[in-house]
């Protein structure tokens, strides 16, 4: 019998959830969830620099549509915080 | 000569003069953000992204264009 963990009608076959920050880039934060076989992983929110968009972004290197975006507020302590940097 | 009509507009908590009657969707573009890849509020609410077209700019909007970063 497979064992799935079910989140809203979706089947997860990892119960494993890791983080994205704390990395030294993008490149080794999707090397490490790759590794770790992980399906979810929590991001955090945060304003579009809209000058300055050679930044490159999380979803270049994790691909939204394989791997589950579990937004947080990891650095924030109030509501408006979470949205406002 | 034909006068430009301009609204006054906060992006991402900074002030913005934009001509009048742009649309939410070809403020992104020109702006060159990818709406795929971001989450779009006006005036505290959330916009779906299928109505994005028809969402004119108005004077005073507060717009915040938020997406993921690493964090957690």
């Known amino acids: 019998m497979d ?3 079910n989140i809203s009608n979706k089947n ?22 790759k ?3 992980a399906q979810i992983v929590t ?5 579009v620099n809209i000058f300055d968009k050679k930044k490159p972004l999380l979803m270049d290197y994790i691909d939204p549509k394989k791997i589950t975006y579990l937004p947080n507020t990891a650095g924030c302590f ?6 406002k940097p | 000569m034909k ?9 991402n908590g900074r002030k913005r003069s934009i001509n009048s009657k742009i649309s939410l969707k070809s403020l992104l573009s020109t702006n060159k953000i990818s709406l795929k890849k971001v989450a779009v509020e006006v005036n505290e609410k959330i916009i779906n992204k299928k109505m994005i077209n ?7 909007d507060k717009i915040e264009i938020v997406h993921f970063i690493g964090g957690g």
Do not use: Q
């Open chain 2, 3 to 11: 006068k430009i009509n301009k609204v006054k507009i906060k992006i």
């Open chain 1, 43 to 47: 991001v955090a929110v945060r304003r």
């Open chain 1, 3 to 5: 064992d799935y963990l």
């Open chain 1, 12 to 33: 997860f076959k990892s119960r494993l959830i890791v983080g994205t920050g704390k990395y030294k880039n993008f490149k080794e934060c999707s090397e490490a969830i």
């Open chain 1, 35 to 37: 590794a770790s076989g």
């Open chain 2, 54 to 60: 028809k969402i004119k700019i108005k004077n005073g």
């Open chain 1, 78 to 83: 109030t509501s408006s915080e979470a949205l």
